[in-house]
């Protein structure tokens, strides 16, 4: 594992030497690395654009293979019409004078020249097409079967990359039913709640989102009798927790991110909730049972856009509408573990493609 500092933008012509001198040394970082272009494969991923682009750039012969979200790949190829959209400042000193001097390949940084405002609305992206850098692209998606329109045929379709292919994780879970079962009755089956900074966001009234949050903690006790309910707080809360009804909860304040969470206790994991957090929808795509509840509060048209948004292409019962409804468990581990679209199968296409494309 080799690390990089982050390579923060520029504000202005007195910040432009600084910034050169920051891709400069990684960029020489990057391109010590011993990547043999005959036998190493280079794995970019779409939110670290930075980054890949120096690891790209420094190895331009090495066979590339990009994954990307629906979303991401959508921002990656999405075209900014010039009429509506200009340069940032940062954007244009990186796009025509640090990268074309550092020798990585040029980004594009736009915002709208009338900025409406909300989240999305700037443009980020590779100058250049990602057919003419990356040789293959998996299109991830929580079906694993969509493909954008038009796609080429170095683009692989594939489910999000989850805990459950992991052998060691999902041995556990798959081979362990009896023990599982044993553990239920202990007790010891988790349910987590994460929680949200109400008092900072304010998209509701504190009472009413407390009134209806107190709701989904009693449909959550209801539902999972006999199982270890955690409340898990968000690093931001400043004492949402203590206006709780958190009767039956134990509270965990260790600001241990998700991700890390998920993978140290997932054979124990039954289910995972949130009023409206991005946590809920990395636990949809790690293979656990998780659910949203954001639709059983009354927020406005403009936040039950932005949450849709945010959420992407979900099941159905991942947004829990009905409090009067149980839940329903519709994740499978087995078959995200053995599955014809699941990440590491469309990884080894990929791979493939380069040991076919070196025999030709």
């Given amino acids: 594992m080799h690390a990089f500092p982050k390579v923060k933008t520029c504000r202005g012509l007195k910040d432009l ?25 280079l794995l970019c991923l779409a939110g670290l654009l930075g980054l890949g682009n120096a690891a790209l750039s420094a190895h331009p012969d090495v066979f590339k293979i990009l994954c990307a979200s629906q979303k991401a790949f959508g921002e990656l190829t999405r075209h900014g019409d010039r009429a509506r959209f200009r340069f940032t400042t940062s954007g244009w000193l990186q796009n025509r004078v640090v990268e074309p001097l550092a020798g990585v390949e040029r980004t594009i940084h736009y915002k709208p020249r009338i900025n409406p ?6 443009l980020r992206r590779l100058q250049k097409d990602l057919d003419e850098i990356f040789d293959v692209i998996i299109f991830m998606s929580n079906s694993g079967g969509e493909l954008p329109a038009q796609a080429e045929h170095q683009i692989i379709p594939s489910r999000f990359p989850s805990i459950a292919e992991l052998r060691d994780f999902s041995a556990q879970f798959n081979g362990g039913e009896d023990r599982l079962r044993q553990s239920s009755r202990a007790g010891h089956r988790r349910v987590i ?7 900072l966001v304010k998209n509701l009234e504190p009472a009413v989102y407390i009134e209806h949050l107190n709701h989904g903690l009693d449909y959550i006790r209801e539902n999972y009798p006999g199982r270890a309910l955690i409340y898990r707080p968000h690093p931001f809360e400043k004492g949402e927790a203590t206006k709780l009804n958190l009767d039956d ?12 969470y998920f993978l140290r206790h997932f054979a124990e994991i039954e289910a995972v909730y949130s009023v409206s ?12 049972n998780s659910y949203a509840l954001w639709r059983c509060f009354p927020f406005s048209e403009t936040q039950t856009k932005f949450f849709r948004k945010v959420m992407g292409d979900v099941p159905p019962e991942f947004e829990i509408s009905d409090l009067t409804k149980p839940p329903i468990a519709y994740q499978d581990r087995q078959s995200m573990v053995a599955g014809q679209n699941s990440f590491s199968n469309a990884l080894k296409r990929a791979v493939n493609l380069k040991e076919r494309v070196a025999t030709l």
């Fill in 117 to 122: 405002g909300g989240d999305g609305v700037r």
């Fill in 277 to 288: 957090s991005t946590v809920s929808r990395t636990a949809l795509n790690n293979g656990l």
């Fill in 249 to 260: 909860f134990r509270v965990e304040d260790d600001r241990e991110v998700g991700d890390l």
């Fill in 17 to 41: 030497p600084r910034l050169y001198r920051e891709n400069v040394d990684r960029q020489r970082g990057v391109g010590a690395l011993p990547i043999d272009p005959e036998k190493d494969v």
């Fill in 193 to 199: 709640f994460f929680g949200t900074p109400f008092l």
